[in-house]
């Protein structure tokens, strides 16, 4: 029996969302389809049980998808937003603590 999630977005990755030009959605459309499909296929963000991270590339910029499962609870994945590989994920873990709260 395989699990279904469904997908949940925070404000920052919608507002990221609206930025991007039809290439790069096309592309994060992609990678969505592949982490509704098995959520578990890519790695796991280093320290955090179930944060895990896909590799992008937009505009010439390595960017990685972070993504949640089981948050807020069982059934969904949560899509945190794209994050740039430059800064350590600063943004990321200010993110993250306030999603937690």
Partial sequence: M???FNLKFTKYFLKQWETYDEKAKNLIQCKLGLIKENPFRFPKHEGY???FKVK?????KFSRLMYAVFMPDSEHITILGLFDRGVDYKDFERLFK????
């Fill in 98 to 101: 306030d999603f937690k709260k």
């Fill in 2 to 4: 395989a699990l279904r």
């Fill in 49 to 51: 049980k179930f944060v």
């Fill in 56 to 60: 992008l590339t937009i505009n010439n």
